[in-house]
């Protein structure tokens, strides 16, 4: 159904399927990497299944139905004619970050049901609302660390956060003032970091902003400590860059070159076993084709399309049928502490 938004004054916005309906350059697009499978048209243009964007649409419509003054770049301009135009600009926003199409073959890619967007209009049109809503979006849940049945039975009691940083790719800059900022020898590939949480079920629960690719992530954790605060009894998990952090439970190292006994090798495969859950996001967070490669452009554009990504997949991992992982437990944490 068309979603029915009360700022619009009532107006019927379109089936998301209809928005998609004609642009079959996208889909195409798509199908020759995924090798078709049973996705909607919007799954594969997008990223996103209808009801996903239909909750997006809820939170982004107010800055899509304005639009920047051609004369000036500080004045807003609501819409009073063609209103579907915000709906199809939001729907080629998704678009662009999944699609990622070069710039000079934007119109033929970026075209849904009523607009072909070439890289003028994306770039006057759609990006200042995207800015404009990412500075808004709030989608993604720190409370939901602490829902009854966020357990696992290696960790029943008193961990709710597995943490881990993830990259995104960029070009490397030409002055190296800037490049020192995203060239680290643990990647191979200049990137910025952003920190993340999830709970045990795979849902987003946590994200940071982006930290140079020479950040530690233990130094990032407690520079941003104040964003996730936890009680004191709460336990965390994480890769050995966590190994100085308090309450973080972290894999047994071969500290000074000894070697690991039985128990710590169990240990570790136990962490392990769990904290790859961590690792199974990024794959969906990656799933987009502006992250498999180099970014093209400024760090503030890429800024907004990560943070507008990692809200809309915590969107989709709670429109799952079910959760990715079985929930385990139904008791407070805490609890016999």
């Not at 938004?5 to 916005?13: E, I, Q, S, V």
């Amino acid at each position: 159904m068309a979603a029915r938004l009360p700022h619009a004054a009532g107006h019927d916005w379109e089936p998301w399927e209809e928005v998609a309906a004609g642009s079959s350059k996208g889909r195409s697009f798509r199908h020759s990497s995924r090798g078709g499978g049973q996705l909607s048209t919007c799954e594969i243009q997008t990223g996103y299944a209808p009801s996903v964007l239909t909750e997006l649409w809820s939170s982004a419509a107010p800055h899509f139905v304005r639009h920047r003054d051609k004369n000036s770049r500080s004045t807003w301009v609501h819409r009073t004619k063609q209103m579907w135009r915000s709906q199809h600009y939001f729907y080629v926003l998704l678009m662009y970050i999944h699609l990622y199409p070069p710039h000079n073959n934007m119109v033929d890619i970026l075209v849904t049901s009523r607009v072909h967007v070439d890289f003028n209009c994306f770039y006057k049109m759609i990006l200042p609302s995207a800015h404009s809503w990412s500075l808004v979006i709030d989608e993604i849940r720190w409370e939901a660390r602490l829902d009854l049945d966020n357990h696992h039975p290696f960790f029943p009691y008193l961990h709710t956060v597995i943490w881990d940083s993830t990259c995104f790719m960029v070009e490397k800059p030409t002055d190296w003032t800037f490049g020192r900022l995203v060239v680290n020898g643990h990647y191979d590939w200049p990137c910025l970091l952003v920190l993340l949480g999830i709970n045990f079920k795979g849902e987003i629960v946590f994200m940071s902003g982006m930290h140079r690719s020479t950040a530690y992530d233990a130094n990032i954790f407690e520079d941003t400590r104040h964003l996730h605060p936890q009680f004191d009894w709460e336990m965390n998990l994480g890769d050995g860059h966590f190994a100085t952090v308090r309450n973080f439970n972290t894999p047994a190292q071969k500290t000074g070159g000894r070697e690991l006994n039985d128990t710590e090798k169990l240990w570790n495969r136990m962490l392990q076993l769990v904290r790859a859950r961590v690792e199974h996001l990024n794959t969906v967070v990656k799933a987009h084709q502006m992250f498999k490669q180099r970014y093209r452009g400024y760090v503030r554009n890429l800024w907004v399309f990560v943070k507008l990504t990692l809200h809309a997949t915590a969107v989709k991992m709670r429109h799952r049928p079910s959760p990715r992982y079985a929930p385990y437990g139904w008791w407070k944490h805490g609890e016999g502490r």
